[in-house]
């Protein structure tokens, strides 16, 4: 039995760590006016970030096309696969977990299931590796299926937003709450967990906010599994880790990550955050 795993690039998995587990990682769209473009194929971080302010229009983004699922499955099925476990960004966030139910149903020669990850990010990636380790060590499916649903309630991300600017324009803050947000200089904690995205608080000044973060990690227990995020903000992110050194495990090198263009899109650049599984 070969089972292998399939993502989309909302995981922000460094393409190392995907090849060496042998994990497909399917391309969301991000459109920037008229043009669509692949996430990480035909439109790398840098380039978006650093036009990411410029924009006349907000940039939007989409789910890989149906067909694009059933032919990645299809063609893990010639390789030799006898399964294929899909796992996808949060379906509180998006449509894509539905897109990959159709192609999978579509998908013809294999057998596969498809899996709500209820996360974003590197906790999504989290998870995807999680199943990619068990599979290659010779798991089932519905025994990876019990390990995630598991390491579900124990996987969480925090992100510490610069700016309100860029989830107003995509329309998840309201024009009252940026108002006040711009005139208090604040910045939003937000955590993301079993699929639902909390505003944590609001606090005025980036060193607080920083120290708030660090300590809502701190708060959860010893981890298993850790990634620092950000967004076009290298410099942030070294600071962070270095503050946060205390929190690493033992013998552990977390991954630092620049979140993908599709997540940017919404919550701007400077951004910085923390994927965790708890231990």
């Not at 909390?198 to 060193?207: A, H, I």
């Not at 950000?230 to 552990?252: C, F, K, M, V, W």
Request: one cysteine or more.
């Amino acid at each position: 039995m070969t089972i292998r795993i399939v993502t989309d690039s909302t995981c922000d998995l460094p393409p190392s760590l995907a090849e060496t587990h042998e994990i497909t990682v399917l391309p969301t769209y991000v459109n920037v006016g008229r043009q669509s473009f692949l996430d990480g194929v035909e439109l790398t971080r840098d380039e978006f970030y650093a036009q990411l302010p410029h924009y006349k229009r907000p940039p939007t983004t989409a789910a890989p096309a149906v067909g694009a699922f059933s032919a990645a499955y299809e063609k893990l099925a010639q390789d030799g696969a006898t399964g294929v476990l899909s796992i996808h960004l949060a379906s509180s966030l998006s449509g894509l977990l539905n897109a990959a139910r159709l192609g999978a149903q579509a998908a013809e020669g294999i057998e596969v299931c498809v899996f709500d990850s209820q996360q974003v990010s590197m906790g999504l990636g989290f998870l995807a590796l999680s199943a990619a380790r068990a599979a290659q060590a010779g798991a089932t499916i519905p025994q990876i299926l019990e390990a995630l649903e598991e390491q579900v309630r124990r996987t969480h991300v925090f992100a510490l937003l610069d700016t309100l600017e860029y989830l107003r324009r995509s329309g998840r803050v309201s024009w009252a709450e940026f108002g006040v947000g711009t005139l208090l200089q604040i910045k939003p904690l937000v955590h993301v967990h079993e699929g639902k995205v909390q505003s944590l608080e609001k606090v005025r000044t980036r060193t607080r906010a920083l120290s708030h973060l660090i300590q809502y990690i701190a708060d959860l227990g010893s981890l298993r599994e850790l990634a620092l995020l950000h967004t076009a903000n290298d410099d942030g992110a070294r600071s962070l880790r270095q503050e946060a050194s205390h929190l690493i495990p033992a013998h552990y090198e977390p991954v630092s990550v620049e979140v993908t263009p599709t997540i940017g899109a919404h919550v701007g650049p400077g951004a910085l955050g923390f994927a965790c599984v708890v231990d």
